[in-house]
């Protein structure tokens, strides 16, 4: 009797313990807007307490990285189709460690990392209480920059290489922006799945060792604009005329692009970085059969929110990386507390940086 009374008693204050560590609150700290505007000047950083229990069905999280991606630019700034509810806190994507779990949730412990699955679920914070419908488990080897970075840029490459043409071994893609996140991924993922790339990319003053970081990569062909206009690459046959067109660009880049694709060939269209319009000649639709058809990953995760064809694309993409066939692009990993330096550097780039911009939080 004395053994098991000490044994309850011992339970008791395991019991109020936990309770106890549930209950003290957290401080989050939060880079919310109120109104669209420059990021600059409507971007404030809020504190705010945590406080009680985490609901049955959440997660409390801590934010470990979390990119600053153009979209999230654009949403801040009121230019992007998808506008959240003012006020609002930014970062779209990013990778968490769980620090308690609800009573109802049995998939989560404390210590897992998780992604947020949910576009516009608010990134740039400290802590955060999340559904745990909402989030994706991922392995603690999986790298943090992978793992931050998991949910838009990997995910639009492998789902514009998937959806919009068969592609099979030795086939071709031809895409612009090679240099993005995306199309590093791209290159990436098309030399895993034995497909050649002829990526473009703009002059500019670095473009030979530019070059060889995305030939390092696993790129076919690297050229710029102006050598693709007199590329002898496909006439010559030493590359076949690709399939498949990506286009982040638009105007003269996506145009040169196509003029390049295959008969029957697809470009997609997912980003206008030059804020040009894309012009398709009447000619490669009626005489070349092309296909012109833009791509908008936020959609496409809206409507297979809980899809196989989501799990399985997740799962792939987690196991590439975790065995070293691809990683996350080149970064700058800034301190969360120096956000305006971050966003300065972004929205100075003009598209050029040639790598992402993640927000850390491990001092925070």
């Known amino acids: 009797m004395f053994r098991l009374t000490r044994t309850l ?61 153009p979209a999230d630019i654009n949403t801040i700034e009121g230019k992007y189709p998808s506008k959240p509810v003012l006020p609002a806190i930014g970062g779209g994507e990013g990778v968490a460690e769980v620090i308690d779990v609800g009573c109802e949730v049995r998939n989560f412990a404390v210590g897992d990392r998780i992604v947020p699955l949910k576009p516009g679920m608010g990134t740039w914070r400290t802590h955060a209480a999340l559904s745990h419908n909402f989030v994706y488990k991922v392995p603690k080897n999986l790298g943090i920059v992978e793992a931050a970075t998991l949910t838009v840029n990997p995910c639009t490459a492998y789902r514009m290489l998937r959806d919009f043409t068969s592609l099979k071994p030795g086939d071709c893609v031809i895409q612009n922006g090679a240099n993005s996140a995306c199309g590093q991924y791209v290159i990436q993922i098309c030399r895993v799945w034995g497909l050649s790339t002829v990526n473009i990319v703009r002059d500019r003053e670095n473009v030979d060792e530019l070059k060889r970081s ?13 050598e693709l206009r007199k590329t002898n ?12 067109g990506l286009n982040c660009v638009g105007g003269q880049s996506a145009l040169e692009l196509m003029r390049n694709l295959a008969p029957g060939g697809t470009m997609v269209t ?21 296909k012109a058809v833009g791509f908008w990953m ?39 507390k120096e956000y ?8 100075g780039g003009g598209g050029k940086l040639g790598k992402k911009i993640i927000l850390g939080f491990d001092s925070c």
């Open 9 to 69: 008693n011992r339970l008791k204050k395991v019991s109020v313990l936990h309770n106890n560590v549930r209950e003290q609150s957290v401080m989050t700290q939060k880079l919310m807007y109120t109104e669209y505007g420059d990021p600059m000047k409507v971007l404030r950083k809020h504190n705010e307490e945590i406080n009680d229990n985490v609901k049955p069905d959440e997660v409390l999280v801590r934010m470990l990285a979390a990119p600053i991606n």
């Open 214 to 226: 995305l030939l390092d990569l696993g790129g076919t062909h690297v050229v710029t604009e102006s």
């Open 233 to 244: 690459l496909f006439k010559s046959k030493e590359c076949p005329w690709p399939k498949l």
């Open 270 to 290: 997912y980003g206008g970085m030059s804020k040009e319009p894309v012009t398709v000649p009447t000619s490669a639709l009626i005489f070349k059969d092309i």
């Open 298 to 336: 936020t959609r496409w995760t809206n409507e297979h929110f809980d899809s196989e064809d989501r799990s399985e694309m997740l799962e792939e993409l987690v196991t590439m990386m975790t065995k070293g066939e691809i990683h996350g692009p080149a970064f700058q990993m800034v301190n969360f």
């Open 340 to 347: 305006e330096r971050a966003l300065s550097t972004i929205i």
